[in-house]
C-alpha cells in the first residue's frame, strides 16, 4: 500500500471556469475537510503505520455506544464517515488533531481520488458490455441476448470471466493523476479537472502525492 496522507470530502457538482488564456475549464467541485484524527496506527501497536479520520458531523443521538466511546477516546464529536490514510511518520499525528485542505494542496497539485461509481442495477451485455445485438427483424428472435456461451463437450462448462449480464456500477474506482485547478481552503472546498467517480454528496477520498 502507498504511504500516502490525504483528506475526506464529498462531491458537490460540475461546472466550469475559465484560465487566464480565456479557455473552459470543466471542474469537479469537492468539499473536503475538516476531518479530525480519530486514531493514530503505528507498526508496533497494529502492524501498519496509518491514521483513522472522520468525516461528517454526526448527532450524538444517532451514535451507537461503541462509536460513541471510541470518538469520546478521541475527544471528538461524532462522525458520519471513518476511514484510513497510510502514512508514513505516524508520530507526526495524534488524536483529535484536525487536518484541512488548506495544508494538504495547492493549485497545480496531482492527486488521485477514490469513490464509489454510479449503481446502475442488473444489465444485460449490450449495456454492460457494448454487445451489439441481434438483428432487429420480428422473426429473429435474437435481440438483445448474449448468444451461445457453451463448450460443447469439453471443457463442458462456462469459462471464468465470459462477458454476461451482471450487476453493473456500484464499485470502488480510483482516479489517477487528477488536477488541482483551484483550493478555496476557507470554504473549504477544491476544484479538480474533469470528472471524478459517484454521484453527488458521494464520499471521496483524495490522496495527496
Known sequence: MPKTMGILGKKVGMTRVYNEMGYVIPVTVVEAGPCKVLQVKSQKSDGYDAIQVGFGEKKAQRINKPATGHFKKAGTDGFYHVKEFRVAQPEEFEAGQEVTLGELFKIGDVIDVQGTSKGMGFQGVMKRHGF???PGGH???????????GCSAWPARVVKGKKLPGRMGNATILKKNVIVVDVRADENLILLKGSVPGAKQGLLKLFSK
Not at 139 to 147: I, T, V
Open 132 to 134: 451489439s445485438g441481434g
Open 139 to 149: 422473426g429473429s428472435k435474437f435481440h438483445r441476448r448474449p448468444g451461445s456461451i
